[in-house]
């Protein structure tokens, strides 16, 4: 029995050793894969980052989830820069100048530090910046209320660099009905002034965004896109029942026969259920602290206290990479490996990002992940850049031949 004994623990030890061995080998391959591939991310809120105080991004920083050093190490290569609108400028005016400020920062960026960064427009740039071990800036707008009723203002953004428009953001707008305002849809969809935006982003090579907005936005400009469409930075319904927010399984599947790619969203509400549970009962709790007479909120929205006090008492469940990937699962099973991308939503959902995906340095955490989940290098590259390069190219080439 001793003998037996012995020999059975000489076999768990060298099954132990091998699968070490075999983990640190993926790991490895991660490492490699991330600094191999022209990592793509579809959505960085660095700019409205900086827009509430300057920072240093040539430099490490303590805070925010960019930078090019954190870059350089996860192997992250374009990053689009978000040209973040809020939907208050919707009531008060002043949109465009806010964009313009935005893009401003971004040129700044690159301009204090040529050797790190330069702003791409186009797929062009971006490759030829990779080759030169740089890092690409090109940029898109989230929340069309940038163009407010101007459609030559499409045009303008274009030539200050912006290479997709999110549609709308939290409220619908002049173009389109958004998935987060709870009142009654403005126009079942896209709006006849949203119409004319779509054909006219398709002409000029502006890529159409479908995150944030309603089922029928996304079925109505699929239906009229000449072009295929972008999912910037959404996630999968079927994990977060409900929430319009994500994309539906119906939606994603005809995100197929259009030819788009779904980057998906690294915040934990946007990838598990139980954050998405937790998100829906601290809303309750903030609906309710608000209804108080005497409560300091501002258009129903809690002080920082409120939250932090919130979270002492109850915990945040933050998701994991495992969830992450059940995501790209999902779209692959929906329509196959050619439709999602990565759209993390760095420096944009604050606190909420997932175990081992916290900030630009941990793509080879993702790619380990896809590699154990038994997706190839060739899967694994049309995740990291291919499929959202190939929308890219071909609004590009659309645009050229229809100009």
């Given at each position: 029995?001793?003998?037996?004994s ?7 030890t060298?099954f ?6 075999n983990?640190q ?8 894969l ?7 991310d579809g959505h960085i809120?660095?700019?409205?980052r900086?827009n509430?105080?300057?920072e240093d991004?040539?430099v ?7 930078d090019?050093v954190r870059?350089k ?21 002043g ?6 400020s ?15 960064f330069e ?15 740089k ?5 898109g ?8 009723d ?5 045009k303008?953004?274009y030539?200050r660099?912006i290479r997709?428009i999110?549609?709308t ?10 998935s987060?305002d709870e009142?009654e849809?403005?126009?079942?969809g896209?709006?006849?002034?949203g ?17 944030h907005v309603?089922?029928?936005?996304i079925?109505q400009?699929m239906d ?17 029942k ?8 119906a939606e ?11 980057q998906?969203?690294f915040?934990s509400?946007?990838v598990?259920?139980e ?10 709790a903030?609906?309710?602290?608000c ?9 129903w929205?809690?002080?920082?206290e ?12 933050f998701?994991?990479?495992e ?6 699962d999902?779209?692959?099973?929906l329509a196959?490996?050619?439709?999602v991308?990565?759209g993390s939503?760095?420096d944009?959902?604050?606190d909420?990002?997932?175990v081992?995906?916290?900030?630009v ?5 993702l790619i ?5 989940r038994?997706y190839?290098?060739?899967d ?8 959202f390069?190939?929308v890219?190219?071909e609004v590009e080439a ?6």
């Amino acid at each position: 029995m001793k003998k037996v004994s012995k020999i059975s623990v000489l076999v768990s030890t060298a099954f132990l050793v091998i699968s070490c061995s075999n983990d640190q080998a993926l790991r490895n391959k991660a490492d490699e894969l991330a600094q191999k591939f022209i990592i793509t991310d579809g959505h960085i809120d660095v700019p409205w980052r900086l827009n509430k105080g300057y920072e240093d991004l040539s430099v490490r920083t303590e805070t925010g989830d960019f930078d090019y050093v954190r870059a350089k190490e996860g192997g992250l290569d374009v990053p689009f820069m978000s040209i973040y609108i809020p939907s208050s400028y919707i009531e008060t005016g002043g949109a465009k100048e806010k964009a313009d400020s935005l893009i401003d920062m971004v040129n700044q960026m690159a301009d204090k530090d040529p050797d790190k960064f330069e702003v791409a427009y186009s797929l062009a740039d971006a490759n030829r910046i990779f080759q030169e071990g740089k890092i690409a800036l090109p940029m898109g707008m989230e929340n069309g209320v940038g163009i407010e009723d101007d459609l030559s203002n499409l045009k303008y953004f274009y030539d200050r660099g912006i290479r997709y428009i999110t549609l709308t953001h939290s409220k619908d707008n002049l173009i389109c009905d958004s998935s987060y305002d709870e009142s009654e849809d403005t126009w079942g969809g896209l709006s006849p002034y949203g119409r004319k935006v779509v054909k006219e982003m398709n002409r000029l090579g502006i890529m159409v965004d479908i995150s944030h907005v309603t089922d029928e936005v996304i079925n109505q400009v699929m239906d009229m896109s000449d072009v295929p469409v972008i999912a910037s930075h959404s996630s999968c319904r079927h994990f977060t029942k409900g929430w319009e927010r994500n994309m539906g399984d119906a939606e994603i599947r005809r995100l197929k026969e259009n030819g788009g790619v779904i980057q998906i969203n690294f915040g934990s509400r946007f990838v598990s259920p139980e954050t998405d549970a937790y998100s829906n009962n601290k809303q309750a709790a903030v609906e309710e602290y608000c209804s108080k007479p005497g409560s300091n909120c501002v258009n129903w929205t809690a002080p920082a206290e409120f939250e932090e006090e919130y979270r002492k008492t109850n915990p945040y469940p933050f998701a994991t990479t495992e969830q992450v990937v059940d995501h790209i699962d999902r779209v692959v099973e929906l329509a196959g490996i050619d439709y999602v991308g990565i759209g993390s939503d760095y420096d944009g959902v604050g606190d909420s990002l997932p175990v081992g995906l916290k900030d630009v340095s941990t793509y080879p955490n993702l790619i380990y992940h896809l590699l154990k989940r038994g997706y190839s290098e060739e899967d694994i590259e049309k995740i990291c850049y291919k499929n959202f390069w190939r929308v890219w190219a071909e609004v590009e080439a659309y645009a050229k031949n229809n100009s």
